[in-house]
């Protein structure tokens, strides 16, 4: 029902992406993403199979009975993208409602048992944006998700899941150290979509530095889970943003060729910018 272009994609490059030392299945992974994405057009989290006796769900950084959170609302979803972590058997994938009767913006991070021979699914961890939220408007943010491409990276210019990983914790760190400014690989062209504001305007010379912090002396990102796609350049950070009020926060990093391209955050605080703390 959900197999759409980029999921085709994804399936048609499988065998471009580097072997995964985890014993997780890529289509079980996918099978529980389209679960998910199943569920949230039913309003319910019925379609939802394999999962652990362990598991727990977490909505906008708290513990939540699953059918109390966004599965109480029917969504028709405009557009979601999928990156998969096979190393630590996880996938994230942002969804966009812009034409439900309440849209919703939302990013959620699918976490599998790897040693379990089923990859039973033990935490979904979700941040969800609604109106209200922070630089809100589901249909702005989908107007310039649909204009991006992230196809997948062939495997020369892929870069390793620790480069990733260190270049998205050098981003979240810039609130609290301005040295990690210097650690941020940036890139040109480069477009940030913060909720629904858009720094890229389709220049070469478009840079994601526009509106970094300049007081470094702010409460840290902290409590940061991860999802990394090194076959899509990608790396998926769910965080606590403390100088915004312990603000539930998504950062999904976009790199190519060693330097950051694209940037796509979820932040749930009403009324507040980059320049807060400032």
């Not at 048609?12 to 949230?40: E, I, K």
């Not at 495997?155 to 990690?180: C, E, G, I, V």
């Not at 991860?226 to 769910?238: I, N, R």
């Amino acid at each position: 029902m959900f197999a759409f272009t980029f999921r085709q994609a994804l399936f048609l490059a499988s065998t471009l992406l580097p072997t995964a030392t985890a014993a997780c299945n890529r289509s079980s992974l996918l099978l529980t993403v389209d679960q998910f994405l199943l569920g949230l057009t039913m309003g319910q989290a019925g379609p939802l199979e394999n999962i652990a006796d362990d598991f727990v769900y977490i909505e906008n950084n708290k513990p939540a009975v699953i059918v109390s959170g966004i599965f109480n609302n029917i969504l028709k979803i405009d557009f979601n993208r999928t990156i998969i972590d096979l190393t630590t058997c996880s996938t994230f994938t942002e969804v966009i409602s812009s034409t439900s009767f309440k849209p919703f913006v939302l990013g959620a991070q699918i976490h599998h048992h790897p040693t379990d021979k089923y990859n039973s699914v033990y935490k979904i961890d979700t941040i969800v944006s609604t109106t209200g939220s922070w630089f809100f408007n589901a249909s702005q943010t989908l107007h310039y998700a649909l204009q991006e491409a992230w196809p997948v990276i062939s495997p020369a210019r892929q870069d390793t899941r620790q480069f990733l990983q260190k270049a998205a914790d050098a981003y979240l760190d810039m609130w609290h150290n301005k040295s990690a400014i210097d650690a941020v690989p940036w890139g040109t062209p480069c477009a940030r979509l913060e909720g629904s504001v858009y720094t890229g305007k389709g220049r070469p010379d478009d840079s994601c530095k526009v509106g970094i912090p300049t007081n470094n002396t702010q409460p840290p990102n902290s409590d940061r889970r991860y999802v990394v796609d090194e076959g899509m350049g990608t790396v998926s950070v769910l965080c606590n943003f403390e100088h915004l009020g312990n603000a539930p926060d998504s950062h999904l990093f976009r790199l190519e060729g060693g330097r950051l391209r694209f940037v796509h955050t979820i932040t749930v605080v009403g009324g507040f910018g980059w320049s807060v703390g400032r």
